[in-house]
């Protein structure tokens, strides 16, 4: 069974069951989030005025990891397409330390589908060197979000 989310911004999902959708979201105004078992957290922006084709989403991607880099002294896991069938989807994955002292992996993932944008922030814990980064996991959240 999964939560089927019918988004205001252009999209749908079917996230897993036990999703919770969070009132408020922390990310700003056209933002949705979702906490996902695991202690996952997936952030969806609606961006649209400011990418208009899939090369500008991979920059958005780039862009957004930028925080996570500079900000949090993160470093660059791993970036590149995610093959998720029927869409262009750019993802870049960066290890970072919270402002907990907690190990944290943040995916900041450009989606072009439609001939729309949305970008996708996922945030989850890292768990041990021989699992991370789970790209398996990140390419099950894109591919359930459907932009419309």
Do not use: C
């Amino acid at each position: 069974m999964s939560v089927h989310i019918e988004s205001p911004l252009g999209f749908t999902a079917d996230f897993p069951e036990h999703t919770q959708v969070l009132e408020d979201s922390s990310a700003g105004p056209n933002s949705e989030q979702y906490g996902l078992l695991g202690d996952v957290l997936v952030t969806v922006i609606k961006d649209d005025t400011s990418v208009t084709d899939a090369p500008q989403a991979n920059g958005w991607a780039h862009l957004m990891s930028g925080f996570y880099l500079e900000e949090r002294a993160g470093t660059l896991l791993t970036e590149g397409e995610l093959n998720v069938p029927g869409k262009s989807s750019y993802a870049v994955l960066v290890g970072y330390t919270d402002s907990a002292g907690e190990a944290r992996i943040a995916a900041t993932v450009g989606v072009w589908e439609n001939n729309r944008f949305i970008g996708v922030l996922v945030i989850w814990p890292y768990a041990n060197p021989e699992i991370e980064p789970r790209l398996g996991m990140l390419k099950e959240i894109i591919s359930s979000i459907s932009v419309s």
